[in-house]
């Protein structure tokens, strides 16, 4: 089964999140239905970028790597390719 890392965008926060998960759609939903204690502060968490991995190292080895630039910028240029 595949990995993901994901970006969700919330324009009411005006804020990225970076995660990884199994299973994508109920991540989301999760996200945009006040189930997830770190994006419980908005319900208008879009997807904005995702990557699929063989594994959970994987992708949470990627999701480190992006949270670790720490930089707007560097999501915002990863959601335009």
Known sequence: ?????YIVYSPSLDRYYVG???DLDN???R???SGS???KKANDWQLKHKEVYNSRSEA???ELQIKKKKSRKYIE???SR
């Open 20 to 22: 990884h998960t199994e």
């Open 27 to 29: 991540r989301i939903f």
């Open 1 to 5: 089964m595949p990995f993901y890392i």
């Open 77 to 79: 240029e990863l959601i």
């Open 60 to 62: 949470m080895a990627r």
């Open 31 to 33: 996200h945009t239905n």
């Open 37 to 39: 204690k770190s994006t």
